[in-house]
Each structure stands twice: as structure tokens, then as C-alpha cells.
């Protein structure tokens, strides 16, 4: 079956410009997480999803990263006045659900963003 | 603050033998561990974990054991393969505090298993 999707694979910008990273994740899975991959670094949480609501936003940044799931299945990173510090790898992951059964995360392959 | 360590960047083993990868985390309500491998230009994909119930979980060539008093977690690949060469990620979360989704990770380390 298909997996997590995300576009676009790359995105080079100017520095000040806006961003859009969309995420589809597994068909049917309500859970919903972007993580941020730096060079030389683990993936670090930034906001998890379950249905359509941003349950836990802990992780982003400042007030210029925002994430949307407005029909509870895809997800748009969203960020603005981009700074060469936000250049990473952006990933997305979904999972059936959350609760007292663990489910493992499975991920798509990441939109690197380069900020010039 | 790192609360999940992967203290060796990377590791070089023969075909056929065993490789070790270990992991270390500080905080104390981490219940659940996961290993994650990644190939280049494709996201982790998740490998086995382990409940802090258990000490040990095996699955095919990979175990993961897990030592809660030194807060020390290891994966076994035994018989290590060309194809293992990957960087291979721990990761951790908690279910107490209601953050069970959230996943800690350590910074990787570069297998090559070398034919």
C-alpha cells in the first residue's frame, strides 16, 4: 500500500519568503506528526495531529511555523519570514492512533528546504 | 540537553558478524524504545522496540535489550549484511505525563558492513 507521501522533495528559497510543505499521510491513520532533521542531528518534534486538531505544538520553533489538518487527513507545514537557520529536513509521520497500545511512527521521505 | 545519546557516529563490521549499536538516555520516564533505520533520501523506517517491561525483544536477525538501571539500551544484528548499511536511529517516549506520542531521538549511527 502507499505510504506517507510529502512535497515537494526540495524546496530552495529566499531568505523573508514564505513555505509550504504538504504531508499525506497513510490512508485511514489519524494520527499525524512533523518532525525537523537538522544536518548531523536526530529528528526533533515539532507538532503532532490527532484528527484535525493540533494536539501537542510544543515543538515549533516561534509564532513563524504553523501546521494545518483541516479534514484530518492532509497536513501543510506552513513557514514564515524563512531564515537560512530553518533549513533542514522536514518530516512527516502517521500512525493508526495514539493511546495505551504503542504504535510506531512511519514516516515519509522528508522536503529538504534550503533557505538561501 | 541530549536525553537520548548515541555516543558513536559510526561503526564498521565484516558480513557475517555481529553488529552493536548502543544508546543511552537520561530521562527517567522514557518507557518505550524504538530503533529506526534510514537509508539516504528516504525517511526512517521503523525497525523493533522494547516496553520498559521487558529486558530483551527479538525479531529475526535484530534484538534489542534494555538495561533500566544504567538507562542503556543496545541492538543486536547478528548476521550483520551488506544491506543493514544504513544510519540506524534510537528513539524514546513516555507515556507518563500523556506524551507517548512524542518521540525523543538520538543522533544516529552510520552502519557499514562491509562484503
Known sequence: ?116 | DQQVKQNSPSLSVQEGRISILNCDYTNSMFDYFLWYKKYPAEGPTFLISISSIKDKNEDGRFTVFLNKSAKHLSLHIVPSQPGDSAVYFCAASGMRGGSNYKLTFGKGTLLTVNP
Open chain 1, 1 to 116: 500500500g502507499a505510504g506517507v507521501s510529502q512535497t515537494p522533495s526540495n524546496k530552495v528559497t529566499e531568505k523573508g519568503k514564505y513555505v509550504e510543505l504538504r504531508c499525506d499521510p497513510i490512508s485511514g491513520h489519524t494520527a499525524l506528526y512533523w518532525y525537523r532533521q537538522s544536518l548531523g542531528q536526530g529528528p526533533e518534534f515539532l507538532i503532532y495531529f490527532q484528527g484535525t486538531g493540533a494536539a501537542d505544538d510544543s515543538g515549533l520553533p516561534n509564532d513563524r511555523f504553523f501546521a494545518v489538518r483541516p479534514e484530518g487527513s492532509v497536513s501543510t507545514l506552513k513557514i514564515q519570514r524563512t531564515e537560512r537557520g530553518d533549513s533542514a529536513v522536514y518530516l512527516c509521520a502517521s500512525s493508526p492512533t495514539v493511546g495505551r497500545v504503542r504504535n510506531e511512527q512511519f514516516f515519509g521521505p522528508g522536503t529538504r528546504l534550503t533557505v538561501l
